[in-house]
């Protein structure tokens, strides 16, 4: 998986290239629906084994339950 920032006229979100996973983020967005894509991103996966922050996987729960 990559993360891909840039600025243009894109919301941001998940898609394939070349068959490898790339997050794009607009760096033009504010910070809240920056970090909005990426927890929603993130549901896509297992990051039960992965270590985070607190806070951050707090995000990305609050994101899931948000999104059911």
Do not use: W
């Not at 006229?9 to 967005?29: H, L, R, W, Y």
């Not at 504010?30 to 951050?56: G, K």
């Amino acid at each position: 998986m990559k993360i891909l920032k840039g600025k243009g006229d894109f919301s941001g979100g998940t898609c394939t290239v070349n068959s490898e996973t790339v997050i794009v983020i607009n760096k033009m967005k504010p910070m809240e629906q920056r970090l909005r894509t990426l927890a929603t991103s993130f549901l896509e996966y297992n990051l039960d084994e992965i270590y985070m922050v607190p806070a951050l996987r707090a995000y990305i729960e609050e994101s899931r339950l948000l999104n059911l």
